[in-house]
């Protein structure tokens, strides 16, 4: 017989792991150990569960690329100890972590699963347990060789499992909070789990998993507006230290065309600065050269970033630029490393 699977659930901090102290109506975190005590219901599934939380749980609101590396070190020290790992995350930050981590752990062959929720887990009306279950339940599942079905990092969310890097949070009220804009969700759950096999992501090479903990910080997005005044870039690219910037344009990745403008960023690229064009929009993808507007940001050497999203976009460029030893920026940030942007 084969064993249960055995999953490590993660606690960051979050809503997800609070509960409501009913005397003074404050929320507290509570101990992450009496796991099974508090939801019963665990006990039903097929896995075995262990737990491990941050010292001092934090609001997803205070992340930091160096919690990104800590995550990742845990996953790194237990990686042949589990079969899959859940990790419980506030909502608002939760999509920049997935990105990130899907970056930072090369060669992952086992899943890394990232859900929270928008009540605490002790409120009569919440979605935690839901979605604590089912992210536990997706992440042991198996295929029949033994080997883990999901084999990337995802975010579980509303009865849907999506891409981590593919996501982004459009609402702080209703459950659905999180979208995969540019590709279909990988599974969904109802009475069934269904799962779109043909999307998942599997490293076909059997190379040991490589955890990268070096991120650069040093970088901006810059949201382009009606209005923006040259001054405002002018500050900008003289940050003292600033190795790269996104910007954000309109529709296919299309900016003001005045010579201001284009003269700002192209005295940016040639300091060094990695400038790469990611849409305001909300789905779609960047097309330089599609209209004039945008033509003039190609000719410079403005990045295109294709359809990802920004969570996605500000992650990966942390992750090249704290490569020891790069290699071309913007080759490697125009092909996809991890599905997280088109092909």
């Known amino acids: 017989m084969s064993k249960k699977p055995a999953i490590l659930l993660i606690y960051t901090g979050g809503t997800i792991g609070m509960v409501k102290d009913f005397k003074t109506g404050a ?10 005590e508090r939801i019963p219901e665990l006990h039903l599934l097929d896995c075995s569960i262990e737990t491990y939380s941050f010292d001092v749980p934090i609001d997803s609101s205070d992340m930091h690329p160096s919690m990104w590396s800590k995550m990742a070190e845990v996953i790194k020290n237990n990686y042949h100890l589990y079969d899959g790992f859940v990790i419980l995350h506030g909502s608002d930050t939760m999509s920049y972590t997935a990105s990130a981590l899907s970056f930072m752990l090369e060669n992952l062959q086992k899943p890394v699963i990232l859900t929270g929720s928008q009540l605490p887990i002790g409120d009569l009306r919440t979605d935690a347990k839901e979605n604590l279950i089912t992210a536990i339940q997706i992440a042991a599942l198996q295929q029949e060789s033994g080997k883990p079905l999901i084999q990337e990092v995802c975010l579980y969310f509303e009865y849907k499992l999506y891409r981590g890097n593919r996501t982004s949070k459009v609402s702080s009220e209703f459950f659905n909070a999180f979208t995969s804009p540019n590709i279909p969700h990988l599974a969904e759950s109802g009475v069934h789990l269904k799962i779109n096999k043909d ?17 650069c910080n040093e970088v901006v997005i810059l949201k382009i507006f009606p209005g923006i005044q040259p001054s405002v870039l002018e500050a900008i690219f003289a940050i003292d230290g600033l190795k790269g910037v996104i910007i954000q344009t309109y529709g296919s990745g299309n900016a003001p065309s005045q010579a201001w403008f284009i003269d700002s960023l192209k005295r940016a690229i040639d300091k060094g600065i990695q400038v790469v064009n990611v849409t305001q929009c909300q789905s779609g993808s960047v097309d330089m050269g599609k209209y004039a507007t945008s033509t003039e940001l190609k000719k410079i050497g403005v990045i295109s970033g294709k359809d990802i999203t920004i969570e996605a976009a500000i992650t990966k460029m942390m992750f090249l630029l704290g490569q020891e030893n790069p290699n071309n920026f913007k080759t490697e940030f125009e092909r996809p490393i991890c599905g997280e942007i088109e092909k």
């Open 27 to 36: 929320l507290k975190a509570f101990n992450f150990t009496q796991l099974l």
């Open 199 to 215: 999307l998942l992501l599997y490293n076909h090479q059997d190379k040991a998993l490589k955890v990268h903990t070096l991120l």
